[in-house]
């Protein structure tokens, strides 16, 4: 007798669920030293906790491979460890370059052990990645090295702004690609890698997961404005002169009525003056525009699913447009 539908699904659920736990359990370790200092400050951002949002790719696109399964669940939370591992050593750097001093609602690294020693971790995180991703063959190691290319291009071009002439909102977007998407879009791809996804299928995955990555950073500018439910302040983007896509879309205004907004969104600004362009952002034309753009995104991720075999990993990737788009942290 076939199994309902629903059946399956919960059974597929469960699995993700054992899944992301294997994985979850073994990042502590993936990180340990026997420098007692090393350790725990390597170990902080990852018992803050998060999301897991890369490794859950990991594990959804290893389900378009026809060794799925089969002796490949090591193999597969090994690669989830290595983009989450990476994920977590780009914020040790990233809050050191914007001086944060909270990351998902603790002390910041840098804030409790000091820049140099921030960095430093950063970079043994990097390491400790590059290690554990040469058991997962050539051809991974280098999809790897190419996604870690995109993601320190991306972080320069971000540092030094775009060239004169050229349109910041595009300069915006292809940060947003090489900085974040290179990462989410390796994570799909790696997941059908290592369970045997012939070429055509690492493509889509990969290229969903980069459409996917850049809504979900989109989606990051809007809530870094209009909600008060994150781990981080509101406004960061502002107080640390990033400009985002909210931002940028408000910035091209020839309404005289925006001269004030336009004018505290020119310069360096004061935290009343952060707090005051926060309000008159988020009563802005250019928040229902962003978001506008961002569910246009969404959908484009998900029409790059429908070659892909039905079920529930096809399901739950198509979900995932979803809930990124409409999550408020």
């Not at 193999?75 to 050593?89: C, D």
């Amino acid at each position: 007798m076939a199994a309902s539908a629903e059946s399956v699904t919960t059974d597929f659920d469960a699995s993700v669920r054992a899944h992301l736990e294997l994985i979850e359990s073994k990042l502590l370790a993936a990180v340990e030293s026997d420098n007692p200092v090393l350790s725990e400050a390597a170990k902080h951002i990852i018992e803050a906790g998060g999301k897991r949002f890369r490794p859950q790719l990991v594990v959804l696109g290893s389900k378009f491979g026809p060794e799925a399964g089969v002796g490949a669940e090591a193999r597969v939370a090994r690669g989830a460890i290595v983009v989450e591992l990476t994920h977590v050593a780009s914020l040790y750097h990233d809050d050191v370059m914007d001086d944060a001093t909270v990351r998902r609602g603790s002390d910041s690294a840098n804030a409790r052990w000091g820049n140099s020693l921030a960095i430093l971790v950063g970079d043994y995180l990097f390491a400790r990645a590059s290690v554990l991703v040469t058991d997962l063959g050539i051809d991974i190691v280098a999809t790897y090295a190419e996604m870690f290319n995109r993601l320190v291009r991306g972080q320069i071009a971000e540092t030094i702004g775009p060239q004169e002439g050229a349109d910041p909102l595009e300069h915006y977007l292809q940060v947003v690609a090489d900085k974040t998407a290179s990462l989410i879009s390796v994570s799909t791809k790696v997941g059908g890698m290592i369970a045997g996804a012939d070429a055509g299928t690492q493509r889509l995955l990969a290229d969903f997961g980069e459409q996917l990555g850049i809504v979900f950073q989109l989606s990051d500018d809007i809530i870094d404005i209009t909600s008060d439910e994150t781990g981080k302040t509101p406004g960061t983007d502002l107080r640390e002169g990033v400009d985002t896509l909210p931002i940028l879309l408000a910035r091209r205004s020839i309404d005289p009525a925006d001269a004030r907004l336009l004018e505290l969104l020119a310069g360096e600004r004061t935290d009343d003056e952060v707090d005051e362009a926060l309000g008159l952002l988020r009563k802005h034309p250019a928040i229902a525009e962003a978001r506008a753009d961002v569910a246009r995104r969404a959908e484009a991720a998900r029409r790059i699913l429908a070659p892909l075999p039905d079920g529930p990993a096809k399901d739950a990737l198509s979900d995932l447009c979803d809930s990124v788009v409409t999550r408020t942290s």
